[in-house]
């Protein structure tokens, strides 16, 4: 059970990236090459299990999401008129990107944790 806990986060950082991957091509008609390389890199991660590039990962998706996070909201309230279709917006990528922030913490946590020497 504590290795589906430890790959859950990685699952679902490989979703939203495809998320990501079908919305710019759906609404750009481009192929968004940042996205394609976080499928594929997450997913090496998931099959080989790198105990360091997990850490970098998880930093990384911690900045991101954290970063998200901030900016969906400062977007929100810096908009001149609000509506209840901006506010249900603003609470959908609030809770998309502070469970990923949540999910990447815990992948900090967890690869803290794996690579910290045993001391006596």
Known sequence: MNKAFRI??????????????AESYLSLGIIHYPASSVVILLAIQLIFNSKFMGLLYSVVLLMFSGYMLVSSLRDYF??????????????????LFGTALLLASLMLYHYFKVLKPNNP
């Open 8 to 21: 859950i986060p990685i699952f679902f950082f490989i979703l939203l990236a495809l998320f990501w991957i």
């Open 78 to 95: 810096s908009t001149a008129l609000p509506t209840d279709g901006t506010f249900r917006f603003m609470l959908i990528k609030s809770a």
